[in-house]
């Protein structure tokens, strides 16, 4: 039977530490290590049979998924509750449902590990963009992850108990300053900064993926104060990579929740714009999401306990 129509959806993240280090040429050079948490918004694509002569969809990353799975007889739409821009992994997420819907529409159910990877190569090989591994993963996969990031890549779920991930959703706060952001460039940058083995580039990304490995461990623990200590820690050594990595509103943003009680702050994705993940003090949610209220707009976090989704309805045999 044909399906009459498939839809997948994929979760954003928050990446807690180890960016950069799942980008080569690091990963086969030192090995990088990600720890990131999955979030209910969703990119979704819809994937329904068409009769020939079949138009190419027009949205760059769903043509290159659609000429990647063999550009099938289908019309393909694309939607998603993610900011672009943001540092979420807003087109990861896309890449992953596009990917798990044509697959599915072959009859294909393929690995999370295998759709990362397809959704990732589509993404960096297909349409030439700048990227690492952990956006396709947490898509794919869903939950907390410790990513270790060499030659391949290997997952780890992170087992976060009710507790913690009520904790984690009461505490943690993502905002959105509304300022664009381009990763790709930013990569480049800091890439280009250690191949030319520059020091302060070279240790804050050796120091990154040692907290990414700290921060997993706080998860499993249900630790939120010192996974918020770490989230500080990772923000030093993040905005050191490269002067671009902050802005004014983003230091702004770090003074104004550190005075009302914030334990850690930092800039999601590549940085230079998009969203801030703010860890607050158990008994200053309500001055942080203030302060934040105030020169941001809030998001809703919410941890995917599930990767990517699918839902098929019945068509003709």
């Known amino acids: 039977m044909t399906p009459a129509e498939i839809v997948a959806s994929a979760p954003a993240r928050v990446d807690l530490a180890g960016g950069w280090t799942d980008v080569a040429p690091y990963t086969v050079e030192v090995g990088?290590?990600?720890?990131?948490?999955a979030i209910e918004l969703r990119a979704i694509a819809t994937v329904t049979p068409a009769d020939p002569p079949v138009t190419p969809p027009t949205d760059a990353l769903a043509n290159a998924a659609w000429q990647r799975a063999d550009a099938p007889p289908v019309t393909v739409r694309l939607r998603s509750s993610i900011p672009l821009g943001a540092g979420l992994g807003g087109s990861s997420a896309a890449g992953v449902a596009l990917a798990a819907a044509l697959a599915a529409f072959r009859g294909v159910r393929h690995t999370p590990q295998a759709l990362a990877e397809l959704s990732r190569s589509t993404e960096t090989?297909?349409?030439g963009v700048a990227g690492?591994?952990?956006?396709?993963?947490?898509?794919?996969y869903g939950g907390a992850l410790m990513l270790r990031c060499g030659a391949t890549t290997s997952a780890e779920s992170v087992p976060m108990r009710d507790d913690t991930i009520a904790a984690f959703e009461k505490r943690a706060m993502i905002a959105y300053t509304g300022e664009s952001r381009m990763s790709s460039r930013t990569i480049t940058a800091v890439l280009d900064a250690y191949r030319a083995g520059e020091t302060q580039t070279c240790e804050s990304l050796a120091t990154m993926a040692a907290l990414a490995h700290?921060?997993?461990a706080a998860l499993r623990d249900g630790d939120i104060d010192h996974l918020g200590a770490l989230l500080a820690r990772q923000w030093t050594a993040q905005r050191a990579l490269h002067p671009s990595i902050t802005t004014p509103l983003i230091e702004?943003?770090?003074?104004?929740?550190?005075?009302?009680?914030?334990?850690?702050?930092?800039?999601?994705?590549?940085?230079?714009g998009g969203c801030v993940l703010v860890i607050?003090?158990?008994?200053r949610v309500a001055a942080v999401r203030a302060v934040l209220e105030a020169q941001a707009t809030l998001l809703p976090l919410r941890v995917?306990?599930?990767?990517?989704?699918?839902h098929m309805t019945g068509g003709a045999e």
């Open 214 to 216: 700290d921060m997993a």
């Open 280 to 283: 607050a003090r158990a008994d």
């Open 132 to 140: 690492g591994c952990q956006d396709h993963y947490a898509a794919a």
């Open 125 to 127: 090989e297909t349409l």
């Open 252 to 272: 702004r943003i770090v003074f104004g929740v550190a005075q009302a009680g914030a334990l850690g702050t930092k800039a999601l994705g590549a940085s230079g």
């Open 32 to 37: 990088g290590a990600v720890c990131n948490v």
């Open 304 to 310: 995917a306990r599930h990767g990517v989704l699918l």
